[in-house]
């Protein structure tokens, strides 16, 4: 009997150890460092808005806008001054969507990630080096 309660005594620490010691999970996102809103964009949109996200391994602008034909979302990933990815997706008002990616050699993809980049505060793009 004293060697079966010392069994069940053992796995109970076991098992109570094995819960105070399983790391965390960190979060990909580590908040928004900054929301500007009514950009002056090329094409033209109303009611805009640009989100500034800090992750772990980089920063996110999203960029979403109202369009004479429907929604427009674009997603900016980066780390300093390099773009990594980019692309965006028009949602129409007919129930229609399309998407692409952007060409990050194109000159002027760089151009209007750098535009937008632009409209955020220094302190915060900081954080994204």
């Known amino acids: 009997m004293k060697l079966k309660m010392l069994i069940l005594t053992g796995l109970a620490g ?11 999970i960190p979060t990909l996102e580590t908040g928004v460092l900054q929301e500007v ?14 989100k500034l ?13 109202n369009l004479q034909a429907g929604k427009a979302i674009e997603h900016w990933s980066f780390k ?25 050699n194109d000159a002027a993809v ?9 409209h955020f505060h220094k302190d915060a793009l900081a954080q994204c080096d």
């Open 37 to 50: 809103q009514n950009l002056e964009v090329y094409p033209n949109t109303t009611d805009n808005k640009a």
């Open 110 to 118: 760089q151009k209007n990630f750098l535009a937008l980049r632009h």
């Open 14 to 24: 076991i098992a109570v150890t094995g819960c105070t010691t399983t790391p965390t």
């Open 53 to 65: 996200t800090k992750f772990i391994d980089k920063c996110v602008i999203e960029f979403t806008g």
């Open 80 to 104: 300093g001054n390099t773009l990594i990815t980019g692309g965006s997706a028009v949602f129409a008002q007919d129930g229609t969507s399309t998407a692409q990616n952007f060409d990050l």
